[in-house]
């Protein structure tokens, strides 16, 4: 049933906005707020949300409801706490797949084709073709997804296009199901020791973070590249700096970082072969719009009595997803 009229929904705005959410949320029954953090009150129902939410958070909510976030992960929502307190956490799974995957594949060429360094070379009034060092051919490059669910197939999509030998590991998915794709499967120290290019595709978890460490590192093939543009702690950015620094590592590029907004205490790495960009891969005018959208919908769907059409945490469910 509807909201009731004191009921509201906090809102993380910036980036959400306001007069898209109250647009959506007409007529639901709540008010629809920004108030500065931390949130508390025994009138909210609902939160949009960008940032952290805690179980501390959650306490000071006791009304709350649900919780939807516009992103594909929910690392930064603390799951298990809300699937306690019976509270519905919903994400956007499939807003952006296309785009991350093309942003993983312009990364990608970019590091292998030199494009960055050699634009960075003629601004530094260096006119070589040879400025980058050697240039591999894309064709026959084996390329490594870790991870193969909506985005990693949608990079193996374009890499075969672009004629990659695509190898994939990923323990959710058959190697059967990889080979009808096109793709090899195999063991994460397999595509390691194997693919010249790692790209990176799965979710942050406890059992992911620092998942790409200087072990791992180590057993790619020198002058290899990586791409991440998943989660910053599914690597070891300093180790990831040191294997550039010593040059077993010809490149990398990185949309995320281990701390976003870099900090004075955590600035953004810096490598004259590593590409950085500001957790971009996901935007689109049309990513955009959608993904804020889908998650007011959510929202509205739990204030009215009906069952989210994205949800990871169940009420009632023995075991959050």
Known sequence: MPGRSQDRVLVDAPPYPLDVVRNLLDGAGV???????????????????DRPVTEADFARLPALRVVATNSIGVDHIDVAAAQRRQIWVCNVPDYCIDEVADTTIALLLALLRGTVVLDRSVRDGIWSDHA?????????????LVGFGRIGRAVARRALALDFEVWATDPLVSPSAMAESGVHAASLDDLLRSCTVLTLHLALTPQTRGLIGRRELALMPPGSFLVNAARGPLV????????????????????????????????????????????????????????????????????????PADAVSLPGAKNSA
Do not use: F, K, N
């Open 31 to 49: 008010d629809v707020d920004a108030p500065p953090r931390p949130w508390s009150g025994d009138d909210v129902v609902g939160l949009l949300i």
């Open 132 to 144: 980058a060092g050697a240039l591999p051919r894309v064709a026959g490059t084996r390329l490594g």
């Open 236 to 307: 070891d950015q300093a180790a990831l700096l040191a294997a550039l620094e010593g040059g077993h590592l010809a490149g990398a590029a990185l949309d995320v970082l281990e701390v976003e907004p870099p900090t004075a205490d955590r600035p953004a790495p810096q490598h004259p072969r590593l590409i950085v960009t500001p957790h971009a891969a996901w935007y689109s005018p049309q990513a955009e719009l959608e993904v804020y959208r889908r998650a007011c919908l959510c929202v509205r769907a739990v204030i009215e009595g009906r069952t």
